[in-house]
């Protein structure tokens, strides 16, 4: 990775977690991510609201495209979410178009990599909708019918 291509990466994950931590969540950027440590089991950003955890890699694009993740760096992704009883994405930051969150469910498997496709980003979640995911927010559909007595 390119030393301003890494810059961009560490800059997008500190603006993450201040935007995770903004909404309420317990958060913090992993000590080695990034790092060449072979047996670390990190993930990018870990997230923490109401008990339920999320984690992140975290990807910033100046334009719209694909994104390819290295297979390692998934499998650690969901090895982490499991030992944590977690969720695991994919975190996009699109210059002008802000964060979407795509499940490892929607990732394609490139045989020596995982694609998130044009298609799975255009699906992605918006930090609202990820809030809806992870269940630390009702939707109001919800909100509504709890105060009916349903």
């Known amino acids: ?24 969540f317990a958060v913090m950027r992993a000590p080695a991510s990034g790092a060449k440590i072979k047996r670390a089991k990190y993930p990018d950003v870990v997230a923490i609201k109401k008990g339920r955890v999320a984690v992140f890699e975290v990807k910033s694009r100046s334009k719209e495209g694909a994104v390819y993740v290295d297979k390692e760096q998934v499998e650690k992704l969901l090895n982490f979410a499991e030992r944590a009883g977690g969720k695991a994405y994919i975190a996009v930051r699109i210059a002008g178009r802000g964060w979407l969150f795509v499940p490892l469910s929607k990732l394609e498997d490139t045989g020596s990599s995982y694609k998130v496709s044009r298609e ?3 699906e992605g979640m918006t930090i609202e909708q990820l809030e809806v995911d992870l269940g630390v927010v009702e939707t109001l559909d919800k909100y509504a019918r709890r105060g009916q007595g349903g």
């Open 1 to 24: 990775m390119s030393k301003p291509s890494r810059s961009r990466g560490y800059r997008a994950e500190r603006e993450l977690v201040v935007v995770l931590w903004r909404r309420g």
């Open 120 to 122: 799975s980003l255009d």
